[in-house]
Structure formats: structure tokens, C-alpha cells
């Protein structure tokens, strides 16, 4: 299994711009989530989903948005970049296992830059 | 608001010394806390991980103590080493929700 993969992997934008950053899982994992991290910040849930076809805001959903039409996919999409904005990305997933233990596996990141 | 708190922000440790990353938390409907480790570059990866039902759990060189009536809990690194250099975060996993609370995350640097 190739796991969570993310492309690309590095990104400049100017403010104003869209891109659409794509997350992928081969896990069959219901669970998806899209994170930023931010030096001494930890890790912000973005957006994350439940299954194809359901999505939900995390704690810092404004300026992205998200769609799910399948297990495997999970794109965050950046409408009119902001400064704000620069970051590392991270796409997350995990199974739905029947003791509720919540092993979350990572993609390795994209980091986006918004000059 | 910060659900999980973490302590300290970076730690620099000799080889061979223990360090201790420290977390708190105040919601009582978290029922299952991992530790993830981070590369630089990479993403992070679950470390170890403990239910409140136990007072300790030990993985190799990786240690959690919890204790559930002052709501903390840390990871100790026994022998630690160079390789051990990453940043580490806690985090806290609610009962019957959706997704994790982390910690601010810890750099830790282990001195050859």
C-alpha cells in the first residue's frame, strides 16, 4: 500500500490565486482530514469527512473548501489565496475500528507559500 | 482555545538522558490519548498510546504515565538517542466524536 499520498509537494501562489491540493488514501479508511500546522501551533483540523459523500468544518475551515466523492479522495481547495494562508498541509486517515482507537495516518505534506 | 496543553515548547537533552513531555487537558469525555512522533519533512506518525484505564503503558524506550484525577499525562524517552531528534505531539481523542485535539507539539534534540 502506498498509504496517504499528497500532491504537490511544495507550492508558491500569489494572493488572489486558486490551487486544489490533493490527498489520496489506498487504506479503504472511511475517516479523512485535512490539517495545517504552524510553527509552535500544533496541528489545526481544517476540514474532515466521515465518508464519501459527507464533510465537515474543523476549527479553522474558513478560506478552504472540501468535497469527498469517494473513499480514496479528499481535495482541499484554496479559493483567492491569502498570506494567511502559508503553511504546511497535511492529509490525514483512519479506519473505523470497532474499539474506537484512533490511529490517524499521515501523508507527508504539502507546504504552500502565499506571496 | 487550546484543548490539550504541552510543555515544553523544545528540549535539549544529552544521549542517554530521559526527557518528559508534559500534556494537560480539562474535558473529561477524552477517552484515548497517542503520541505522535515527527521527522523533519515528514508527517506524523502515532508513537504510542494509552486509555485512561491504566496508570501507565511502556513500549520499548517509550513510556506514557497518566494520571486521570489531575488530567495530565507525559511521555518519558528512557536511553534516549540521537534518532530520537523529532518533534512530538500529544493529543486527545473524545468519546463518540470524529476527529483528534493535538497538543502544540514539542522539538526535542537529543546531543550525541
Known amino acids: 500500500n502506498a498509504g496517504v499520498t499528497q500532491t504537490p509537494k511544495f507550492r508558491i501562489l500569489k494572493i488572489g490565486q486558486s490551487m486544489t491540493l490533493q490527498c489520496t488514501q489506498d487504506?479503504?479508511?472511511?475517516?479523512m482530514y485535512w490539517y495545517r500546522q504552524d510553527p509552535g501551533m500544533g496541528l489545526k483540523l481544517i476540514y474532515y469527512s466521515v465518508g464519501a459523500g459527507i464533510t465537515d468544518k474543523g476549527e479553522v475551515p474558513n478560506g478552504y473548501n472540501v468535497s469527498r466523492s469517494t473513499t480514496e479522495d479528499f481535495p482541499l481547495r484554496l479559493e483567492l489565496a491569502a498570506p494567511s494562508q502559508t503553511s504546511v498541509y497535511f492529509c490525514a486517515s483512519r479506519p473505523r475500528l470497532a474499539g474506537g482507537e484512533d490511529t490517524q495516518y499521515f501523508g507527508p505534506g504539502t507546504r504552500l507559500t502565499v506571496l | 482555545q487550546q484543548q490539550v496543553k504541552q510543555s515544553p515548547q523544545s528540549l535539549i537533552v544529552q544521549k542517554g538522558g530521559i526527557p518528559i513531555i508534559n500534556c494537560a487537558y480539562e474535558?473529561?469525555?477524552?477517552?484515548?490519548f497517542p503520541w505522535y512522533q515527527q521527522f523533519p519533512g515528514k508527517g506524523p506518525a502515532l508513537l504510542i498510546a494509552i486509555r485512561p484505564d491504566v496508570s501507565e503503558k511502556k513500549e520499548g524506550r517509550f513510556t506514557i504515565s497518566f494520571n486521570k484525577s489531575a488530567k495530565q499525562f507525559s511521555l518519558h524517552i528512557m536511553d534516549s538517542q540521537p534518532g530520537d531528534s523529532a518533534t512530538y505531539f500529544c493529543a486527545a481523542f473524545p468519546r463518540g466524536a470524529n476527529n483528534l485535539f493535538f497538543g502544540t507539539g514539542t522539538r526535542l534534540t537529543v546531543i550525541p
Open positions: 474535558n473529561t469525555a477524552f477517552d484515548y
Open positions: 487504506m479503504n479508511h472511511n475517516y
